[in-house]
């Protein structure tokens, strides 16, 4: 593929729902940050041009030290996040100028290089594309109240997760155009104006470490499977 591609790696979120006080990205697993493990997978892939972090401006040394320490050959620029995910995001895609960016959540540790690939690979035939697994569960859409308005089908309900590849200059027209940052992901800004979005299956390996437990959940899969992520 002739085409640049940057990879966007986020970790600037507050954490909030992880209570510990922490940023969950610079938890330990044997012994290297969560983050590490994300960073290392783009630093290795065929396709990647070069990387992008996000990050709070307090944490910027912690996030050098990470870099250094996985002695990354390929260009890694920090840039401090804003209050959203949709700034934070937007402030990453001033500083490229790449033909594709692949964005993923730092938190998602188990991130494998076929999906990286699958979802570059597939810039050749839609504008944007993202990873995602079908619920195992019924997902019922409620009000403010907890009142049920309605029930999605199961069979095409998926959970989305990250990478999620975009052509970068579509992505920064629909950033500049939001009128808010209430989007959750980049996709949505692409369903508000009306491009298509490509769903490639994942796994539910590929999970995001929002809660402490989550933290668990990851060490267990790693363990089941015999240290393959490493």
Not at 8 to 20: E, F, N, P, V
């Amino acid at each position: 593929m002739n085409k640049n591609v940057t990879a966007i790696l986020l970790c600037a979120g507050s954490s909030s729902r992880y209570k510990t006080g922490t940023n969950k990205n610079f938890e330990k697993i044997n012994n290297r940050t969560v983050l590490s493990y994300s960073l290392r997978e783009f630093a290795l892939n065929k396709y990647i041009s070069d990387i992008i972090i996000a990050t709070r401006e307090s944490e910027k040394s912690i996030v050098e030290n990470i870099v250094k320490e996985e002695k990354i050959e390929k260009s890694v620029k920090i840039v401090f996040g804003g209050a959203s995910r949709k700034e934070s995001v937007f402030n990453c895609l001033k500083k490229t100028c790449s033909d594709y960016v692949i964005i993923h959540d730092g938190a998602r540790p188990l991130i494998k290089q076929e999906y990286i690939n699958q979802c570059i690979e597939s810039m050749k035939e839609f504008d944007a594309v993202t990873m995602g697994v079908k619920s195992k569960d019924t997902i019922k859409i409620a009000d403010e109240n907890g009142i049920v308005k309605n029930t999605t089908n199961r069979s095409n309900t998926y959970i989305i997760q990250t990478p999620q590849c975009f052509k970068r200059e579509i992505l920064l027209m629909v950033h500049e155009k939001a009128k808010d940052d209430s989007a959750t992901d980049d996709c949505m800004l692409f369903e508000e104006n009306g491009y298509r979005v490509k769903i490639i299956n994942s796994d539910y390996t590929n999970i995001k470490i929002t809660t402490f437990e989550d933290l668990d959940i990851v060490k267990l899969f790693w363990k089941m499977n015999d240290n393959k992520f490493e």
